[in-house]
């Protein structure tokens, strides 16, 4: 198991920035890659960055360009830095992390989900 706290949303306006920080704890040694998600009301939780273990990072559309991911291994804490932010980045952001176990009948993937944190843009 995985536990996943996220911090760092609040109002902004547009234009501005905002960090976005989530902590990882307990099996953390067998992430494959963690991240952020969003959700908007209304709307599909949808991709907003990921880094895996090695370091590869991988953004959705909205993301590129404004947002960078970064993560400090010795704290488990992953970052999600968000610049020029827009009235359409409003969604919850969730913290995710996932690990996958292969075997001889095929891999099993498990993830891990935050509670989830208000970011609001405001116009």
């Known amino acids: 198991q995985v536990q996943l706290v996220e911090s760092g949303g609040g109002l902004v306006q547009a234009g501005g920035s905002l960090r976005l920080s989530c902590v990882a704890s307990?099996?953390?040694?067998?992430?494959?890659?963690i991240g952020w998600y969003r959700q908007a009301p209304g709307k599909e939780r949808e991709l907003v960055a990921e880094i895996s273990s090695g370091d590869s990072t991988k953004y959705g559309d909205s993301a590129k360009g404004r947002f960078t991911i970064s993560r400090d291994n010795a704290k488990n804490t992953v970052f999600l830095q968000m610049n020029s932010l827009k009235p359409e980045d409003t969604a919850v952001y969730y913290c995710n992390a996932w690990d996958e176990f292969c075997s001889g009948y095929g891999c099993s993937r498990d993830d891990y989900w935050g509670q989830g944190t208000q970011v609001t843009v405001s116009s």
């Open positions: 307990g099996r953390t040694f067998d992430i494959n890659a």
